[in-house]
């Protein structure tokens, strides 16, 4: 009788009833989250073994991964220094010998005391004391009685394991769940799709991940799994968008007039790629679905210009238009910029955070609700209770990675009906991460900087040449520019034996650039406190500001010229060319130094590719292959899952623009996926990508 008959569940039969299993070894899978059939056929290898070739191991070579095979001749354990525990097995063959190392895992110890036969250990080669070989923390399992070469001279599944649950385990239920279930696994996909993409069946791909016949069908079988993973989401963000195309919004008839009047609104010609971006935005505004767009521009590519084109033109049809920016000193910038623009054409602007006193809180709520304020600029505060707009048309979000979902729509949902919603970066986005965060919003992207811009020179030096780079910025300093230095934390802490803020402030004003003016900026600052230094600095009347990363957005003080970043290695590669966009914004040659000793191999290759090119673009690249995309796009911060089972954004990108082609031809023929060949793909999209998983502006 077959599991099934037994249970009656099919694919939902438990974990226990799988050959090799029983409920003894149940519960060991059920640590890996393994608690049905279902469950197993869907876990994912972390790797494959290739058995195919295990050389004796007198061929092994340090630095080399392989497979040994052998008899464990020896057991035994030490404590070492920190009240570990060092456990030594050698492994021997006809050849020689190997020690397989492990700390602190005295369990292992165990478990080798009890090998009766040969074991099979798979790690990377090491040369040990005395020139002999070590395996370091290796992967092993004892090969069954009797069982021969070519029984595992094969391609061999590895799976990510938590402690006490062997691999031999989930090898035989994946097996099993295989040869008895796969065939009862419904293909999601229409055999059309599959056709036109040319992508193979799922209980092929399911048997060929865990039972791979060789590389050539384990990667088409991951193609299979990883396309999937993608149309599903491509196919709930293209029906997200087609939702928001369909909603009544406001139409903002582009006049003439606002034309002319958008030439004389800034001293400067804009760019090609501004002039552009602004005609998609203006195209999208004189629809009468609400606009849905992002606008990408690198650090000083000029967005803002680009987002006070749009006030402007929602202004003059009698709506207002606001903007909400992350932190309190990019707000107030922005306030600084878009009032000094507006004020001659006679629009009210408002600011509202929270460092202002009630009474002028009181006066900008009451502008925003009454309508008299035009255009409100704020933080966090515009979407406060009690804070309420006369006709809002227009909501532009800042720096959109750093506030959540449920912000954003709150900024929408105090809009007159379905406003229009630009939402702005300048992080570069990698495409991979655009297409999948932000597939369901139309995409601008300004990449042209302005004419005159200097590339900012970046160098990397180490901590011992300080003294050389604090006597080149005394050069600048001496020529009349400002400078920076940002350290990554605040005060010194025995714990991080990293440079401080508030230690370099004192080491500055009191040493090495005593002659000159030095402030500090740090988070934990009174706003007033904040303000009036970053004032000081704009005026000029500090030559030096010391600071954390607290000026990472913001800031524009066209006279610094040059940055100095400690302890560069402690920052992300990201966010060290956010820092270094504080400086080249004037008409001098500005200089970034990264002043680190990266012992690590991941720091090394950020600084390098910070000093190889000032292009976001490529450096959001690189940095989705050092951090992985949660970190780079901040939602592990902001409570979106980007988080796939089979697929990988470094590796897949042409997976997914060939998922979001077929998601898109797939809607074109069905839009609501209601025809009966699309049943099981929509309900796989409501269970894989629920709506709150995913950014959204809407």
Request: glycine residues 8%; proline residues 5%.
């Amino acid at each position: 009788m077959g599991s099934q008959e037994k249970t009656g569940r099919g694919l939902d039969t438990d974990v226990q009833f799988l050959k090799g299993v029983g409920p003894k070894h149940a519960a060991a899978l059920n640590k890996l989250g393994a608690h049905t059939v279902r469950d197993v056929l869907f876990m994912v290898p972390r790797r494959y073994e290739d058995r195919r070739e295990i050389p004796p191991i007198s061929f092994l070579r340090p630095g080399q991964h392989a497979s040994v095979r052998g008899r464990i001749v020896d057991v035994f354990t030490k404590p070492v220094r920190g009240g570990r525990v060092l456990l030594r097995a050698s492994l021997q063959d006809d050849t020689g010998r190997i020690a397989l190392v492990w700390f602190n895992q005295p369990w292992v110890a165990k478990q080798l005391q009890k090998v009766k036969g040969e074991v099979i250990a798979y790690g990377q080669i090491k040369e040990g004391d005395r020139r002999t070989m070590e395996m370091l923390s290796p992967e092993w399992e004892e090969l069954d009685e009797g069982e021969e070469s070519d029984e595992f001279a094969r391609l061999v599944p590895v799976y990510g394991l938590s402690e006490g649950v062997p691999q031999w385990l989930v090898r035989k239920a994946a097996k099993s769940a295989v040869e008895l279930f796969a065939t009862m696994v419904v293909d999601p996909l229409p055999e059309a799709v599959r056709k036109a993409e040319k992508v193979a069946p799922l209980t092929w791909a399911l048997r060929q991940m865990h039972m791979p016949e060789d590389t050539k069908h384990r990667d088409k079988a991951r193609e299979r799994l990883v396309f999937e993973e993608f149309l599903y989401l491509q196919l709930m963000l293209q029906l997200r968008k087609m939702q928001v195309h369909e909603e009544v919004g406001i139409p903002f008839p582009i006049s003439p007039a606002v034309r002319s009047e958008l030439k004389s609104l800034f001293p400067f010609e804009l760019t090609g790629a501004q002039k552009r971006v602004i005609e998609e935005i203006y195209a999208d505004m004189e629809r009468p679905a609400p606009m849905n767009r992002l606008l990408q521009g690198d650090v000083g590519s000029g967005k803002t210009a680009v987002a006070a084109a749009a006030m402007l033109a929602c202004v003059r049809c009698g709506y207002q238009a606001a903007l909400m920016a992350p932190t309190e000193i990019l707000a107030e910038q922005h306030y600084i910029n878009i009032h000094r623009m507006f004020d001659p054409l006679g629009i009210e602007t408002r600011l509202l955070v929270g460092k202002q006193t009630a009474a002028q809180k009181k006066k900008a709520v009451e502008a925003a609700r009454s309508g008299q304020a035009q255009i409100c600029i704020g933080t966090h505060a515009l979407i406060q209770e009690g804070v309420g707009f006369a006709r809002l048309g227009l909501a532009i979000i800042d720096e959109q990675h750093r506030f959540g979902v449920l912000q954003r729509a709150a900024l929408r949902a105090k809009g007159y009906g379905n406003p229009d919603v630009l939402v702005m970066t300048a992080t570069p986005i990698p495409r991979t991460l655009t297409m999948t965060l932000y597939g369901d919003l139309d995409l601008s992207v300004i990449d042209e900087m302005p004419p005159g811009r200097k590339p900012i020179k970046t160098h990397w030096k180490r901590a011992a040449e300080r003294p050389a780079v604090y006597e080149s910025v005394k050069k600048l300093l001496k020529e009349g520019r400002q400078a920076y230095f940002v350290c990554p934390v605040i005060a010194e802490s025995e714990k991080m034996q990293t440079q401080a803020a508030q230690d370099l402030y004192y080491r500055l004003s009191e040493g090495e650039l005593k002659e000159y003016k030095v402030g500090l900026l740090h988070g934990q600052m009174k706003p007033v406190e904040k303000e009036e230094t970053m004032d000081a600095f704009r005026r000029g009347a500090l030559d030096v500001l010391v600071s954390t990363v607290v000026i990472e957005v913001g800031v524009d003080v066209p006279n610094a010229s040059v940055m100095v970043v400690e302890d560069a290695n402690r920052f992300g590669l990201s966010q060290l060319h956010q820092l270094r966009g504080r400086v080249g914004r004037g008409e001098w040659q500005s200089f970034c130094v990264l002043v680190a000793d990266a012992g690590n191999p991941d720091a090394q290759k950020r600084l390098e590719v910070l000093v190889a090119t000032t292009d976001g673009f490529r450096i959001a690249e690189e940095d989705l292959k050092i951090r992985g995309p949660g970190d780079v796009a901040g939602t592990k911060q902001h409570g979106t899952d980007i988080d796939f089972q089979f697929a990988n954004l470094v590796l897949d990108g042409k997976l997914l623009e060939k998922a979001r082609g077929a998601a898109i031809r797939i809607l074109e023929d069905d839009p609501g996926l209601k025809k009966r060949e699309n049943a099981a793909l929509l309900a796989r999209v409501k269970e894989k990508r629920p709506e709150e998983a995913l950014v959204s502006v809407s």
